[in-house]
């Protein structure tokens, strides 16, 4: 599969717990997105990356939230002191940035419950 | 800040139905609207729209941009209970601009009844 891959799928963690999350790309993709979606909504941008480059950060991204890229492939996204408003589901796109077709690809997504 | 508004929120046909989904948006800069098909896991691609009047078409999907009245419509025909998921509408922003990320309506969620 040569897909976006996501890893774990689920995590269930105690509240003020930290927990981490991986997602890798598509291969030549150059461009990687974290966005959260909670029930009944659509994905909310958190952050991007170009190569190795943290391009733009959301509002929605507190203090608690950080993510890394640090070759250009893989990312990971951290959250510190969980709470149980951080309970979403955790997608990661990526996209190869072109002049004129750049769709953004997802994975499968890390589902967070904090209880 | 950019918004996307889809209606209606949820729908619910009978098989062999055809459905009209819409998506309206209010943005500053504008590059392309995609339509994304999501069942309980990860939304996969469907269309990348980036010029009025052009329809794009896959099998017995196709959808449509309105860049003047900013707006638009993803037609299914001879629904079938495969095709029950949510629909997500996104703008994109110019690729020239730093910020690359989508904005998503609330999505359309669609149950096709055998």
């Known amino acids: 599969d040569t897909g976006v891959s996501q890893d774990p799928r689920h995590k269930i963690t105690k509240r003020g717990q930290n927990v981490t999350f991986r997602c890798d790309p598509i291969s030549e993709h150059n461009r990687l997105y974290w966005y959260r979606q909670t029930l009944g909504q659509g994905p909310e941008f958190l952050t991007y990356f170009q190569n190795e480059a943290q391009l733009e950060k959301s509002r929605l991204l507190s203090d608690r939230f950080s993510a890394e890229r640090p070759k250009g492939s893989f990312s990971t996204l951290e959250i510190q002191r969980t709470e149980q408003g951080d309970s979403a589901m955790y997608l990661c796109a990526s996209s190869l940035a072109r002049q004129k077709q750049s769709e953004q690809f997802f994975g499968p997504g890390t589902r967070l419950t904090v209880l | 800040e950019d918004k996307v508004v889809q209606s209606p929120l949820s729908l619910v046909v009978h098989e062999g139905d055809t459905v009209t989904l819409n998506c309206s948006y209010e943005?500053?800069?504008?590059?392309?609207l995609l339509w994304y098909k999501q069942e309980k896991k990860a939304p996969t691609f469907l269309f990348m729209l980036?010029?009025?009047?052009i329809e794009k078409k896959s099998g017995r999907l196709s959808s449509i941009l309105d860049k003047k009245e900013l707006f638009s419509i993803l037609n299914i025909t001879a629904t079938q209970t495969g095709d029950s998921a949510v629909y997500l509408c996104?703008?994109?922003?110019?690729?020239?601009?730093?910020?690359?990320?989508?904005?998503f309506g609330k999505g359309i969620t669609l149950s096709v009844r055998p």
């Open positions: 943005v500053t800069n504008f590059r392309s």
């Open positions: 980036t010029s009025s009047g």
């Open positions: 996104a703008v994109e922003p110019p690729i020239t601009g730093a910020n690359s990320k989508l904005t």
